[in-house]
């Protein structure tokens, strides 16, 4: 099945400056790529998703890159901002029996400081 | 206002003991699912729902049953046969099961053992 690597565990920036998160998965039928925001005590919400048609996508400060050749996917955010602090995770689909499984990475906690 | 609402928000289980987590989404949504939380890791699939009176296990069902009575609800069982069972429980749910599409989550309910 798919399995999804996430790096850094934690990366700390200070306010404005830019913020990289990478991640790695295994199968190269995945062609689903989301990236969730989850603030403590709350639900993950999707900040940025990417299909495997794409290369890059970009929303305002948000951008996420996909290389299918080397099957990694980066999310990209620029002029980090204290709002921004959150655990970041990002997933894969895998499909199963017809069915598309999403497969999360370990999490990324982002703490941009003022 | 639609989405996905999780109760409670905190419970606590003497060991032994059954309990039941809600969840409910007025998105009219076909598919829906629970995840795991724990610290460090990534979500993990605990069970899922494509259709109405239809689930499958995912990859740490045991321990755990569901049911998929309504389109609208999908509650999950921790029953006494789950050895770790505290936890950060995660409900989401998608509009279509077999096509790749975001994932939407609850606040989630944090289930923790005493």
């Known amino acids: 099945g798919e399995n999804v690597e996430q790096h850094p565990s934690t990366l700390s920036v200070q306010e404005g400056d830019s913020a990289v998160i990478k991640c790695t998965y295994s199968?190269?039928?995945?062609?689903?790529f989301p990236w969730y925001k989850q603030e403590l005590g709350k639900g993950p919400q999707l900040i940025i998703d990417?299909?495997?048609?794409?290369g890059e996508k970009k929303d305002q400060r948000i951008a996420v890159t996909l290389n299918k050749t080397a099957k990694h996917f980066s999310l990209h955010i620029t002029e980090t901002q204290p709002e921004d602090s959150a655990v970041y995770f990002c997933?894969?689909?895998?499909?199963?029996?017809?069915?598309?499984?999403?497969?999360f990475g370990t999490g990324t906690r982002l703490l941009v400081s003022p | 206002d639609g989405g996905i609402t999780q109760s409670p928000k905190y419970l606590f289980r003497k060991e032994g003991q059954n309990v039941t987590l809600s969840c409910e989404q007025n998105?009219?949504?076909?598919?829906m699912y629970w995840y795991r939380q724990d610290p460090g890791q990534g979500l993990r699939l605990i069970y899922y729902?494509?259709?109405?009176?239809?689930?499958q296990k995912g990859d740490i069902a045991e321990g755990y049953s569901v049911s998929r009575e309504k389109k609208e609800s999908f509650p999950l069982t921790v029953t006494s046969a789950q050895k770790n069972p505290t936890a950060f429980y995660l409900c989401?749910?998608?509009?279509?099961?077999?096509?790749?599409?975001?994932?939407?989550f609850g606040q989630g309910t944090r289930l923790t053992v005493v």
């Open positions: 989401a749910s998608s509009s279509r099961a077999g096509y790749p599409t975001e994932a939407f």
């Open positions: 199968d190269s039928a995945s062609n689903y």
């Open positions: 990417i299909r495997s048609n794409v």
């Open positions: 997933a894969a689909s895998e499909r199963s029996t017809g069915f598309q499984k999403l497969v």
């Open positions: 998105l009219n949504h076909d598919a």
């Open positions: 729902s494509q259709i109405v009176n239809d689930f």
